[in-house]
């Protein structure tokens, strides 16, 4: 090797096995020199973020005499809705997430074993689901209320409003701490046994060791699972206009179908990718060079073991979440479904399955593979573009997906219209489309939506592993392919798999 002393991390392995081979006198490709893994990534950040560019671009046809209306009637409250909604649902999925994520990762307790995987089902459970489920099961219609009105009469009893600010944000705090609380268990069970013996050294106790070693360790991870929950929640259209809750996802539909102004509609998505982005830029200035690597052959920590009321406790805590977020819900739709199964499904559902399985799974692949590529090259590229480029692509999660739609379609339909005025040189009759209404289309929908839930895991698993066993690899004379396939990918397999 020769004695570059960079620092590894920002090193990229092509550049550093060209610069061998020019000390060897081979010839040095130019593209190899620029970075194959950069050109890449910023290829795919641009593809990806193309239509979150087309949402920006909308400010070019500011809708003057809209935003002045919404101005005058509503946009105060729609801010003041959005970040109240984000503030209690941001604090709701760290508590119980992170919570969750301790006790089912270092405490045992009766059915631990089982709430470890079962905590994480509500990710099946749409948040309008949840919320119709609420609103039907504790509303003053539902079936609790009528019971307690038959026991203690119309004014004997208290009941907390399920129709209010409260009501959606514990929705959508039951539906989105999985993402939290996956990723945040995932970083505890990485976590070895030194990590709190060291603490202990220190004269922490187990809850000093938890808040000044271990949770400080596993940050990362909980912070982008936290991340990803705040863009669920900007998202969302179904839960809160179930509940009724203005936020400005639904001004965006307002916008879009009431006041027939998709160019509004857009530009009011734009202001929410403002809210994300501003949310990572914070978090990642607050880390700034903060890293968390862990020894790979750290010896795991020893459960702790839970007797008598805490056992219990902590079962009763697990099961509470575990039934209003997935047990509860799911009684309700097969209580649904049985009532309408004779008449109201048929065979046409088994394609549906099967076309909904089919476009998952490639969605799934083509996302990780996108996700893997982009990870790869913030670690291995510091620079201000790539840097800036990476993050605009995963800017995706937070719009609309009716919107998103819309930012894709006008993006294909445009090169449709290039590719179509190209092809009259040569056939004046040609007609043909290649992208727009195509699955092409569908898919790298589903690519920009859901790339920064795959980019979260991966980056953070990176984050973890410490650069000396790719030097190691190099030292060995491992490929960079190689270094990937048989070194980082292994470790990497919990990020992927999430």
Request: hydrophobic fraction near 55%; proline fraction near 5%.
């Amino acid at each position: 090797m020769s004695g570059d002393a960079r620092p590894a991390g920002r090193v990229n392995l092509i550049e550093d096995l060209a610069i061998e081979d020019k000390a060897r006198g081979a010839t040095v490709p130019r593209l190899s020199r620029f970075g194959c893994l950069r050109l890449l990534s910023l290829l795919l950040a641009v593809l990806v973020a193309l239509p979150v560019l087309v949402i920006i671009a909308s400010w070019l046809h500011p809708q003057t005499e809209i935003w002045r209306h919404l101005a005058d009637t509503v946009l105060l409250r729609l801010l003041l809705n959005t970040l109240v909604l984000l503030l209690g649902v941001g604090i709701g999925v760290l508590l119980i997430g992170v919570g969750l994520a301790w006790l089912t990762a270092m405490c045992e307790f009766p059915g631990r074993r089982f709430f470890e995987w079962a905590l994480l089902l509500p990710l099946a459970v749409p948040a309008y689901v949840l919320a119709f489920v609420a609103l039907g099961t504790f509303d003053f219609t539902g079936p609790v209320q009528t019971l307690l009105r038959q026991h203690f009469g119309v004014g004997g009893y208290w009941f907390p409003e399920v129709r209010s600010r409260g009501g959606v944000i514990v929705v959508m705090v039951l539906v989105f701490y999985p993402y939290v609380y996956m990723l945040a268990r995932a970083a505890f069970l990485t976590q070895g046994r030194a990590t709190l013996e060291a603490a202990r050294v220190l004269g922490y106790g187990p809850w000093g060791a938890f808040f000044h070693a271990v949770l400080p360790m596993a940050r990362p991870a909980i912070a982008t699972g936290a991340a990803i929950a705040l863009m669920e929640t900007l998202a969302d259209f179904g839960a809160v206009s179930v509940f009724n809750y203005d936020t400005f996802t639904t001004a965006i539909y307002k916008a879009w179908f009431g006041l027939f102004s998709l160019q509004a509609a857009s530009q009011l998505a734009s202001l929410l990718l403002l809210f994300v982005a501003l949310a990572l830029i914070s978090e990642r200035y607050l880390r700034r060079r903060a890293r968390f690597h862990e020894s790979p052959q750290a010896p795991k920590a020893h459960a702790i073991a839970l007797h008598g009321w805490r056992a219990w406790l902590a079962f009763a805590a697990a099961s509470m979440v575990f039934f209003f977020a997935f047990a509860l819900p799911v009684w309700c739709l097969g209580s649904w479904a049985y009532k309408t199964f004779p008449g109201g499904i048929d065979v046409r559902y088994l394609e549906l399955l099967i076309h909904t399985l089919m476009l998952g799974a490639a969605a799934a692949v083509i996302t990780i593979a996108c996700a893997l590529l982009l990870a790869y090259a913030r670690r291995r590229h510091a620079d201000r573009l790539t840097q800036t480029a990476i993050g605009a692509a995963t800017l995706g999660y937070a719009l609309p997906g009716a919107v998103l739609a819309v930012g894709i379609m006008l993006v294909f339909t445009s090169l449709d219209n290039a590719f179509i005025a190209f092809m009259h040189w040569f056939d004046e009759n040609w007609t043909g489309r290649l992208l727009g209404g195509t699955v092409v289309a569908l898919l790298l929908a589903y690519t920009v939506r859901f790339l920064a839930v795959a980019f979260g895991p991966i980056e953070s698993g990176l984050g973890r592993i410490h650069p000396s066993l790719g030097e190691a690899a190099r030292n060995l004379g491992a490929s960079p392919l190689e270094t990937v396939w048989r070194i980082h990918l292994p470790l990497l397999r919990p990020g992927l798999l999430t």
